[in-house]
């Protein structure tokens, strides 16, 4: 019987229940773009973010005073202080506040897995930083992507194969899905150029026609912050 | 514009609501073992399979007086004639008969599209052979990984990834899901060692635990048979 904690990834939200058999902390993922969003954020002063799934939420805490992102379709939502552009979260104005959120899938997958026992906010840019951190940790792990509309995504599944990669190298951790042998494996192909692996990726494509290639680029590269922001209680945090 | 047919990767069967928005054709896929076996068996004079979904239905048929092929968790279920080893099925005592068949994964698979304007079996053993079948065809394809219990499984993923490659290197074919560009990058590094490739696979280890390694290596060999069962009103042939 293999005793170290195991890692584990899963594609996307709709398929949690099927995955969530004993992980201890969960990983969300959203790389394009509301979980680099986050973390950006966090890394360049943001206090606290509150992640909410629905539009009509977000509008309460607007009504309410709070500074408010929300997008739709790669698009800040009319009315709304910011989207998820990783851009508009490094802004001085932020640093200290509470920011609410809510994206097309980021926040969704929050919300999927809010009961879990610790949920972390993991990217590429913080990628070196979330290995670290759950290296240490030695508990079961879920890596979460986020997926588009519940369809598998390319650039969350490569972020969560290098995670699990990180884990599994370090020999103190073992996988036994085939969905975790694909995303390292896919990981493993694409490392050396991100941003051509995923040139065709569907993703990408609705973001490129949206002209948000430099913010494709910023989300594509690894290890720009040295935050772990951690889901707790409804709240973000480091 | 694009106006070619598409082909689409669907991982699983649970996941076929997502993707059936306009597939002509389904290629039902199940490498380890059930689509496998069924090629085996029709290029070697099986005339007609009846794949069922449920033990009860199968007893059912059982009892009058067919035979009957049933397998669960990689065993002949007890009180059956067969499983779905495919040497198994190259029988010259099957050749020229009519065999239902229920299996753990592939089945299902094939009952979740059933309603499909047309249904393929596809496999390694007759990749060429369904890949020229569907490019003669041009119309829009969804090819169907069978999973382990909805689980995403890597062989059939890349026997899926295959498939798609073969279509769209002939740019006669268009593809947008990331489903179907991540089993394209699993079979390309996959395809000059399956058996390798597979090796840490999830079912193949479950297999391999069962002294399968024949089957496993006949499975995994492409190109083995040259049909193209179709599956119509609940029957399969060729």
Same mark, same amino acid.
């Not at 598998?152 to 190298?169: K, R, S, V």
């Not at 493993?188 to 051509?196: C, E, I, Q, V």
């Not at 490129?208 to 913010?215: H, P, S, T, V």
């Given at each position: !019987?293999?005793?170290?904690?195991?890692?584990?990834?899963?594609?996307?939200?709709?398929?949690?229940?099927?995955?969530?058999?004993?992980?201890?902390?969960?990983?969300?993922? %959203?790389?394009?773009?509301?979980?680099?969003?986050?973390?950006?954020?966090?890394?360049?002063?943001?206090?606290?973010?509150?992640?909410?799934? =629905?539009?009509?939420?977000?509008?309460?805490?607007?009504?309410?005073?709070?500074?408010?992102?929300?997008?739709?379709?790669?698009?800040?939502?009319?009315?709304?202080?910011?989207?998820?552009?990783?851009?508009?979260?490094?802004?001085?104005?932020?640093?200290?506040?509470?920011?609410?959120?809510?994206?097309?899938?980021?926040?969704?997958?929050?919300?999927?897995?809010?009961?879990?026992?610790? !949920?972390?906010?993991?990217?590429?840019?913080?990628?070196?930083?979330?290995?670290?951190?759950?290296?240490?940790?030695?508990?079961?792990? !879920?890596?979460?992507?986020?997926?588009?509309?519940?369809?598998?995504?390319?650039? %969350?599944?490569?972020?969560?194969?290098?995670?699990?990669?990180?884990?599994?190298?370090?020999? %103190?951790?073992?996988?036994?899905?085939?969905?975790?042998?694909?995303?390292?494996?896919?990981?493993?192909?694409?490392?050396?150029?991100?941003?051509?692996?995923?040139?065709? =990726?569907?993703?990408?494509?609705?973001?490129?026609?949206?002209?948000?290639?430099?913010?494709?680029?910023?989300?594509?590269?690894?290890?720009?912050?040295?935050?772990?922001?951690?889901?707790?209680?409804?709240?973000?945090?480091?």
């Amino acid at each position: !019987m293999d005793e170290r904690p195991s890692v584990e990834v899963c594609f996307t939200p709709n398929l949690y229940p099927l995955h969530f058999d004993d992980a201890d902390v969960v990983v969300v993922i %959203d790389v394009l773009r509301a979980t680099t969003a986050i973390c950006a954020g966090m890394a360049n002063g943001v206090k606290t973010i509150i992640p909410v799934a =629905s539009i009509e939420e977000a509008l309460e805490y607007r009504q309410r005073g709070y500074i408010v992102a929300a997008e739709r379709k790669g698009k800040v939502v009319e009315g709304f202080d910011l989207g998820n552009s990783p851009y508009s979260w490094i802004n001085p104005e932020l640093i200290g506040k509470t920011v609410v959120l809510t994206t097309t899938n980021g926040t969704q997958a929050i919300h999927t897995s809010r009961r879990a026992n610790e !949920m972390v906010i993991g990217s590429l840019i913080n990628l070196d930083a979330v290995v670290k951190y759950l290296h240490k940790k030695k508990l079961n792990v !879920m890596l979460l992507g986020s997926g588009w509309r519940n369809k598998f995504c390319l650039e %969350d599944t490569i972020c969560a194969g290098a995670i699990a990669d990180g884990l599994l190298a370090s020999g %103190d951790f073992r996988s036994e899905e085939d969905s975790t042998i694909a995303a390292k494996y896919l990981y493993l192909s694409a490392k050396d150029n991100y941003l051509g692996y995923l040139k065709a =990726s569907s993703h990408r494509r609705r973001l490129q026609d949206l002209n948000l290639n430099e913010d494709i680029k910023y989300c594509l590269t690894p290890n720009q912050v040295d935050v772990v922001p951690i889901c707790k209680d409804g709240r973000i945090s480091i």
